[in-house]
């Protein structure tokens, strides 16, 4: 049997925590760059680092998360349509990563057409892109899990796509409100065979998990 290393959420020893929180900082801390925007799947830039797809429903927080992740304020910026942008924004870390931004799903003002398109062209994206390292799938912490986030956990188990579900803005749940929302959202992952077995509790406004998914994510970047 071949040995790994183990991943963040498995680390035990002190040290080892720090010295992989660390990581997550540095390359985090390094230069992150637009490189590309396609449209289509014919517009896909070349494969020549890992990549982290972000992908959720629309007004969920990716962008914010992403700029946290990164330190900065503008990198990535939400459509003024929210479920109209169907473009894969690419963004070159430090040339050891490559974060994917996916358009946003399930807004419920767009068009059926805009939403069947959604849900191909990603799921093309998806299964015919072997540098797709994991998708990070974000849901609100403030509200229930939708039919269309239960679609795309779907779609990824097709796909064979590994995917990790983060909640966002669980700054402004309560406690007792968000351990309730912990449970339920565990539940749901536990029924799907792509998805990584740990949730992740976010807030891009209080720092809260950012600097633990950093580390998470590390592990993916080249050497």
């Known amino acids: 049997m071949t040995y790994q290393e183990p991943s963040f959420r ?13 990581e997550g900082r540095r390359l985090f801390a390094g230069s992150c760059d637009f490189v590309f925007g396609a449209q289509k799947l014919g517009q896909l830039p070349p494969q020549a ?3 982290i797809a972000f992908a959720g429903r629309s007004n969920v927080g990716k962008s914010s998360l992403i700029n946290a992740l990164t330190g900065r304020k503008t990198l990535a910026r939400a459509s003024s349509e929210p479920g109209r942008t169907k473009q894969l924004n690419f963004f070159d870390l430090a040339q050891r990563l490559m974060l994917v931004d996916m358009p946003g799903y399930g807004y419920a003002r767009a068009a059926k057409s805009v939403k069947e398109d959604w849900q191909e062209m990603m799921f093309d994206y998806l299964r015919g892109r072997p540098s797709l390292r994991r998708v990070v799938l974000l849901l609100d912490a403030r509200v229930e899990m939708k039919t269309h986030d239960q679609e795309v956990m779907k ?5 064979a796509v590994s995917f990790q579900v983060v ?36 807030s891009s406004q209080t720092g809260l998990g950012i600097e633990a998914l950093r580390a998470e994510l590390a592990e993916f970047a080249l050497a």
């Open 167 to 202: 909640l966002t803005k669980c700054d402004d749940v309560k406690p007792t409100a968000l351990a309730r929302k912990q449970a339920d959202v565990e539940a749901e992952i536990a029924r799907h065979a792509a998805a990584f077995p740990h949730l992740s509790l976010t």
């Open 155 to 159: 779609l990824l188990d097709r796909a």
């Open 10 to 22: 498995e680390l035990k020893d002190e040290a080892d925590i720090a010295a992989a929180l660390e």
């Open 49 to 51: 680092l890992p990549e």
